[in-house]
């Protein structure tokens, strides 16, 4: 396995890959846990070359934001890594992805970039899309490899891949969770004990609007008011946004027919936490236990 700390390095080595072998990307800020894994081990099995990005993106995090403090882990990532058959670990410092007098920012319009996490977290998805553009253009990956944790992530990206004209496939892995429930997050180890206990929270706000669904409700409004009161009654827990959504657009539904998706954001402590679910009105038990829940439904498999 290979370091590459530097752009120019990293692009004669992608050069070096010649087609028909195809490239993964799995881009990410590092501090690995499983729901990482899950993305490095599905681009091993699909793809001949398999590069993972470690880089906390200094331009996606707001003021007042955790960027000093998020957990960085280069180390471990690196060895984590290797056990896992990646080719190269791609790891810059600030410096080299945003120079001193760099400007050039990839802006993302539309409802989609400035509702729910856009509205909450201004300029993030434009942090976003630059540094995912940069790496894009850096690897040149045939397939890129993104957690449906960050949905609404997945949907920009989706959107600025097809707008700019771009070659990677995205696919979109579902969310890897704790036995509770409480989904994987490099933030989650900001919470003490008892704040993790009360962590679990999102998810099962997120598993009560299904069971409300399943019992029939079709009033998204009710289900936003319920889960409201569920997080009040939480008392270490600061909800931001629940928001009930059509799980394409992202807008806000009047009533639930067929799918929808249920998305929050609640502040524990010192970690700012987000979590989705998307619900099925109106199939079967067994219907609904056999969907996927992901984003994309054919994965083309690389050859
Ligand atoms: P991050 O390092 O947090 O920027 O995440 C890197 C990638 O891992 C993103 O595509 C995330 O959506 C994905 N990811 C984060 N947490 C999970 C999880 N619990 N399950 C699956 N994928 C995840």
Redesign the pocket.
């Known amino acids: 396995m290979r370091l590459i700390k530097e752009i120019s390095q990293m692009k004669d080595c992608r050069k070096k890959i010649k087609a028909p072998q195809t490239v993964g990307l799995?881009?990410?800020?590092?501090?690995?846990?499983?729901?990482?894994l899950?993305?490095i081990r599905k681009a091993r099995q699909q793809c001949d070359k398999v590069v993972v990005s470690?880089f906390v993106?200094r331009i996606q995090f707001g003021k007042g934001d955790d960027y000093q403090r998020y957990p960085r882990n280069l180390s471990e990532d690196i060895s984590l890594s290797e056990k896992e058959g990646v080719d190269v670990v791609f790891a810059p410092s600030l410096e080299e992805m945003y120079p001193q007098d760099y400007s050039t920012f990839v802006q993302v319009g539309g409802p989609l970039s400035s509702t729910l996490e856009g509205a909450s977290r201004s300029g993030h998805f434009k942090g976003v899309a630059t540094v995912l553009i940069k790496l894009f253009n850096i690897v040149k990956p045939d397939f890129s490899?993104?957690?449906?944790?960050?949905y609404q992530?997945?949907l920009i990206v989706k959107k600025v891949v097809d707008e700019l004209n771009l070659d990677t496939q995205i696919i979109v892995?579902?969310?890897?969770?704790e036995k509770d429930g409480l989904?994987?997050?490099?933030?989650n180890s900001y919470l003490n004990k008892e704040e993790r206990k009360a962590a679990v929270i999102l998810y099962k706000a997120l598993e009560k609007a299904k069971l409300w669904i399943e019992e029939g409700e079709r009033n998204p409004f009710s289900i936003v008011s319920k889960i409201k009161d569920l997080i009040k009654k939480e008392s270490l827990a600061k909800l931001d946004y629940v928001a009930v959504v059509n799980p394409e657009t992202l807008e806000k539904v009047e009533d639930i027919k067929g799918e929808v998706l249920a998305l929050l954001a609640v502040s524990i402590g010192k970690a700012r936490l987000i979590d989705n679910l998307l619900l099925i009105a109106g199939r079967s038990y067994l219907e609904k236990k056999e969907k996927k829940f992901s984003i994309e439904r054919s994965i083309k498999k690389c050859e």
């Open positions: 799995v881009p990410t800020m590092g501090a690995f846990h499983e729901g990482h899950s993305l470690i993106n490899y993104f957690g449906e944790k960050d992530q997945v892995l579902p969310t890897i969770r989904a994987l997050s490099s933030r």
